[in-house]
């Protein structure tokens, strides 16, 4: 697969990629609205060699560059997905899309960068980040990865520091749910989150009770609850509540920063916010199906339909949404991911009689830039500034890439995406990129439109047309010690300070 560096695409597998002659590598963005996180402006951006060289009003460029006029549209950096699973073996299958179909499907999105979960081979990390950087070989788009840690031993602990210190990876995520496969104790958890902390690297939780949840299916199929209802009803909110709880003590116990994913209900959002107004360190993160969806879909009477929104944590009943909402609005969420994670109908029903045995999994990279745009800015619940922030900006600062990704900044990768705010998009599995038969999203259509994808300094996605290219994605390495990380230590002093009787009633 290596063989497409010369410019060739994927044309003969999807018939929806086409491929486009090279592609000028000078371009000028003229006229738009440029938003950063902090700052916008009207500007036109000039981009050559894939990097952002020059934001000003009114450049004047030569006749070999190639214009590309965004009056009146919103120019903004392209999303940055810190949440997939691509082609990734989970309950006894494999998720549908690939590095090049699911990156595809970014890219028509306005996504430019994803940090997938890499998963260990039997526990063995190494074995597991070999098996992804193959996987990966197909990439059309830049990527980072996060590491799984399933199980504790030496040799996780040795592996652990060489993918931070010569692989870069950043950040690590926990499962405390997915009892039998996946899960780790508090024990295994404990000594990930000190390693974690010697390291610098991020821990990550998904936080479920993985005991309880297990407690939870068996009682509910004995009930005779066989279809996807039993799903929600098998791991109420109550299990993620205290999950994220747990989690969010234990690293604080240790004093390392923690990343809540995929934040589902409001008693996991509760925990969050309580943690973050006693100073703890903890980020949360949301997902597009928790924020736009409740779960009434999943009693849906036809079995394809209600499965296809089978995930973990479930999608919650209507209301815990609307405070997800708000709490990315006033920022005690930071910033939205997708947890795309894909199975085909087929996949999906393998649990046609068990619910238990339905691969978890939503779409959602594609969707998650438009989706965010109509919830959020269009409702009224936040700046365009914050729609920047919460899809791509507070990403590339938590995974320390920042400014490199995540801002239109001289400097800054040429990762860009134009929006019109008056035209509008419409999702059906019919158009969308993902190689899945369904989606979460089919018929729903909203005000406002990314119309030209730029990645790497090249125009990938424009006039409903990608233009992508097998192996041109770059792999990102992530350095540790990023601003989650700043004076953690002079926290530790202190803490072991006040352990002098003689400090005691100082602090
Ligand atoms: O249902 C989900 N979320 N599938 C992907 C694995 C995970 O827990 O993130
Ligand atoms: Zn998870
Ligand atoms: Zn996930
Ligand atoms: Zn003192």
Redesign the pocket.
């Known amino acids: 697969s290596s063989g497409f560096s010369d410019g060739m695409c994927g044309l003969e597998v999807e018939e929806r990629l086409n491929c486009m002659p090279v592609s000028s590598s000078k371009i000028l963005v003229r006229g738009g609205i440029v938003v950063n996180a902090d700052y916008q402006q009207n500007a036109d951006v000039y981009i050559e060699d894939g990097i952002i060289k020059l934001v000003a009003p009114n450049i004047k460029v030569s006749d070999d560059v190639k214009i590309i006029d965004a009056t009146g549209k919103f120019v903004m950096p392209g999303g940055i997905d810190p949440h997939t699973?691509l082609e990734m073996p989970?309950m006894g299958t494999e998720s549908a899309d690939n590095f090049f179909t699911g990156q595809a499907a970014a890219l028509a999105g306005g996504t430019t960068m994803h940090i997938d979960?890499a998963l260990p081979i039997d526990g063995d990390l190494a074995a597991g980040y070999d098996s992804y950087v193959k996987k990966a070989e197909i990439s059309c788009m830049d990527y980072g990865f996060h590491m799984a840690i399933t199980t504790w031993n030496e040799n996780v602990a040795k592996d652990m520091e060489t993918l931070v210190k010569e692989k870069g990876i950043n950040s690590f995520k926990f499962?405390l749910a997915?009892k039998g496969s996946l899960m780790v104790t508090d024990e295994e958890f404990l000594q990930g989150l000190k390693k974690c902390k010697e390291l610098g690297a991020l821990a990550q939780v998904?936080a479920e009770n993985g005991d309880a949840v297990a407690e939870g299916q068996t009682r509910i199929f004995e009930l005779g609850i066989t279809g996807p209802e039993g799903h929600p009803l098998s791991r109420p909110s109550v299990l993620e509540g205290e999950a994220t709880g747990r989690a969010i003590k234990l690293a604080h116990f240790v004093n390392t920063p923690l990343y809540v994913?995929?934040v589902m209900s409001i008693d996991a959002l509760d925990e969050i916010a309580r943690a973050r107004a006693q100073g703890i360190r903890v980020v949360g993160e949301p997902v597009t199906s928790g924020l736009a969806l409740n779960d009434s879909v999943l009693w849906d009477s036809d079995f394809q339909t209600a499965a296809k929104y089978v995930?973990?944590p479930p999608i919650r009943p209507a209301g815990h949404n609307k405070a997800l909402q708000a709490a990315l609005a006033n920022g005690i969420l930071q910033l939205v991911g997708t947890?795309h994670?894909t199975f085909t109908s087929e996949q999906k029903a393998v649990g046609k009689h068990d619910f238990r045995k339905i691969p978890?999994?939503?779409n959602g990279i594609e969707e998650r830039m438009h989706i965010i745009w109509d919830l959020m800015v269009n409702s009224g619940k936040i700046s365009v500034k914050d729609y920047v922030r919460i899809t791509s900006t507070a990403c590339a600062q938590i995974f320390n890439i920042y400014p490199q990704k995540g801002a239109i900044l001289a400097g800054s990768d040429a990762d860009i995406i134009i929006l019109n705010p008056s035209r509008s998009t419409t999702i059906s599995s019919k158009t969308h990129h993902s190689t899945i038969d369904t989606n979460i999203y089919e018929g729903w259509s909203m005000k406002g439109n990314i119309e030209v994808t730029i990645s790497q300094g090249k125009v990938v996605w424009a006039n409903g047309q990608l233009f992508v290219e097998r192996g041109a994605g770059r792999y990102i390495p992530l350095s540790p010690f990023g601003p989650l990380f700043d004076g953690l230590d002079k926290l530790d002093a202190a803490r072991i300070h006040s352990y002098n009787p003689r400090h005691r009633t100082v602090v």
Request: glycine share 6%.
């Open positions: 699973h989970f979960f499962f997915y998904h994913v995929h995930m973990s947890d994670c978890n999994g939503v």
